[in-house]
């Protein structure tokens, strides 16, 4: 079978990894597959910022906790890497763009034998000043909101389970 539709098949959210740094390389190819989806109209209002210091995403991590009132033991699954999908907050298109890109994010880790896992919360709190002062450290433009950011590493313990599919798919001729 097609490797492209064996990876959508066998893809499953990981959260746990290994502390095993995932290479600049594999962190280049996949913002080069977010960069490659596709964008309402094409116009491409987003940034990808890929952070691969885990002390500071940790910060990010410990900011969100703090703004959403979650205990301090919020760690965003302690990735290698994170990569924040932000977008102009003006933009029509914004959320649909990313998550357009967060598909091509989660294909080419799984391309890349790598873990990844959808990290929503910072969606719910990106313009909390403790939250927006880390993502300006990160050079996230103040006019973007986060719709979304991949938790990525090296897959660690047992293999997901298979993925139970309970969604329905209709053709009608």
């Known amino acids: 079978m097609n490797t492209l539709i064996d990876f959508i098949k066998q893809r499953r959210s990981c959260r746990a990894f290994t502390t095993e740094a995932v290479s600049e390389n594999d962190v280049q190819t996949i913002l080069e597959?977010?960069?490659?989806?596709?964008?309402?109209?094409?116009?491409?209002?987003?940034?990808?910022?890929?952070?691969?210091?885990?002390?500071?995403?940790?910060k990010l991590a410990k900011a969100v906790a703090a703004a959403?009132?979650?205990?301090?033991?919020?760690?965003?699954?302690?990735?290698?890497?994170?990569?924040?999908?932000?977008n102009d907050k003006e933009s029509r298109f914004r959320e649909v763009d990313n998550a357009c890109a967060m598909e091509n994010i989660y294909l080419a880790s799984e391309a890349l034998g790598l873990g990844c896992v959808w990290i929503n919360q910072i969606n719910d709190c990106f313009d909390n000043e403790?939250?927006?002062?880390?993502?300006?450290?990160?050079?996230?433009?103040?006019?973007?909101?986060?719709?979304?950011?991949?938790?990525?590493?090296?897959?660690?313990?047992?293999?997901?389970?298979?993925?139970?599919?309970?969604?329905?798919?209709?053709?009608?001729?």
């Open 33 to 58: 597959c977010a960069l490659a989806a596709p964008s309402g109209m094409g116009k491409q209002t987003w940034q990808f910022t890929a952070v691969t210091d885990t002390a500071k995403i940790q």
């Open 130 to 173: 403790g939250v927006r002062s880390v993502l300006r450290e990160f050079g996230v433009p103040d006019n973007h909101g986060v719709y979304g950011a991949a938790a990525i590493g090296y897959k660690a313990g047992a293999e997901p389970r298979a993925k139970t599919i309970i969604g329905k798919a209709v053709i009608v001729k």
């Open 68 to 86: 959403l009132g979650r205990d301090s033991g919020y760690t965003m699954y302690d990735p290698a890497v994170l990569i924040i999908t932000s």
